[in-house]
């Protein structure tokens, strides 16, 4: 099993950044797809962003801004989320993967908002 704890969320302006941090302990050995999703109020959950070895994959919604690091020595997944706006305000999930288990934390809020 895989434990996911995200943290580094909170209440920012539009245009500014942060950086969500998610740490992985567990079954670390096991080389798992590792990602980011959001959920925002009222919609479904949605692919931001996810790293395989060193192939990093993002969404429409993470392209761009937001930039994904893993420092495996500390097992901790990094989000950095750049040029941020109100439409990025959602709970922000960490999630491995590897078929067919899968497994998620338990979400940090982000909000954007002048």
């Known amino acids: 099993q895989v434990q996911l704890v995200e943290s580094g969320g909170g209440l920012v302006r539009p245009g500014e950044s942060l950086r969500l941090s998610c740490v992985v302990s567990g079954r670390t050995s096991t080389p798992y797809t590792m990602g980011w999703f959001r959920q925002a109020p009222g919609k479904e959950r949605e692919f931001v962003v996810s790293m395989s070895g060193e192939t990093v994959y993002y969404g429409k919604k993470g392209k761009g801004r937001f930039t994904m690091a893993r420092d495996n020595a500390k097992n901790t997944l990094y989000l950095q989320m750049d040029s941020l706006n109100p439409e990025d305000t959602a709970v922000y999930y960490c999630?491995?993967?590897?078929?067919?288990?899968?497994?998620w934390g338990q979400g940090t809020q982000v909000t954007v908002s002048s």
């Open positions: 999630n491995a993967l590897k078929y067919p288990f899968e497994y």
